[in-house]
Nanobody, 117 residues
Framework: QVQLVESGGGLVQPGGSLRLSCAAS????????MGWYRQAPEKERELVAL???????NYADSVKGRFTISEDNAKNTVYLEMNSLKPDDTAVYYC???????????WGRGTQVTVSS
């Protein structure tokens, strides 16, 4: 079983920064994809960014140039550095781990990010 625990959400003013962390534990296997998704009120969950074990990254167009995803393999932790935050970034952010060999997604419980003055 896999457990994902997010931290780092909160309230920030427009233009500010936050750093989210997601610690993975359990049987994560050596080949996986970790990522961040978000869901705003009355909207569908959407991909924000993902990173593979080889270090390849992918970002939603809305966050390119502002958000950076990174991974510490030794700590089994993925980070999301969010800069130049906008009110539209307000959402619950979920950590995701996908293991392609067993075609299984695991989700964290989510952390709230609110961008408001």
């Amino acid at each position: 079983q896999v457990q994902l625990v997010e931290s780092g959400g909160g309230l920030v003013q427009p233009g500010g920064s936050l750093r989210l962390s997601c610690a993975a534990s359990g049987r994560t296997l050596s080949i996986n994809v970790m990522g961040w998704y978000r869901q705003a009120p009355e909207k569908e969950r959407e991909l924000v960014a993902l990173i593979t074990t080889s270090g390849s990254t992918n970002y939603a167009d809305s966050v390119k140039g502002r958000f950076t995803i990174s991974e510490d393999n030794a700590k089994n932790t993925v980070y999301l550095e969010m800069n130049s935050l906008k009110p539209d970034d307000t959402a619950v952010y979920y950590c995701n781990l996908y293991i392609p060999t067993i075609a299984t997604h695991y989700w964290g419980r989510g952390t709230q990010v609110t961008v408001s003055s």
